[in-house]
Structure formats: C-alpha cells, structure tokens
C-alpha cells in the first residue's frame, strides 16, 4: 500500500510549484471542451483549487512521485477523518 504525504503548497518554492503545475497541466490528454485552453489558463485554473484547498498536493513515498489529486480523493489516500 502506498504512502502519501500532504504537501503545503507554501512549504514548497515558487518556482518548484510553478514547474510542478505547469508539467500537471501539461500532461498527456485531450481537452473535449469547446475551445482549446492555453497552458498558462490552465496553470492559474490548478493554481487557484490548490490554494483554495479544492486540490491538495500528495507525495507518494513508496515510489517518490507526486501528484494533485482532488480533497475527498486525499482525505481517502491519507486516511484522514477529518
């Protein structure tokens, strides 16, 4: 089983971040909607959920990759009651 770690976004440095969400909002997909969003929207989009807390930043451990995973998904991973 996997272990996670929360990361908060202001322990980690700016431009760490700024390089973590640019290569999250880059990743391999398709966007179905009816325009195409520019990289840097869809950076800032990732940028506001994670300081409002809608994302949290995980760190798995076990194979030392991290991802953004929406609140009740983290709450589950980390098995916090809260």
Same mark, same amino acid.
């Given at each position: 089983?996997?272990?996670?770690l @929360?990361?908060?976004?202001e /322990?980690v440095p700016p431009?760490?971040?700024?390089? +973590? =969400?640019?290569?999250?909002? *880059?990743r391999?997909?398709t966007d179905?909607?009816?325009r195409e969003?520019?990289l840097?929207?869809? @950076?800032?989009?990732?940028? /506001? ?7 949290q +930043? =995980?760190?798995d451990?076990d *194979?030392?990759s991290w991802d953004l ?5 983290a ?8």
């Amino acid at each position: 089983m996997a272990s996670f770690l @929360r990361i908060p976004p202001e /322990r980690v440095p700016p431009e760490t971040l700024a390089a +973590l =969400l640019e290569e999250y909002a *880059s990743r391999d997909g398709t966007d179905y909607g009816e325009r195409e969003v520019p990289l840097a929207e869809k @950076r800032e989009a990732l940028s /506001r959920q994670l300081a409002a807390g809608d994302l949290q +930043l =995980l760190f798995d451990v076990d *194979s030392e990759s991290w991802d953004l995973v929406p609140r009740d998904r983290a709450r589950d991973l980390l098995g916090d009651a809260s």
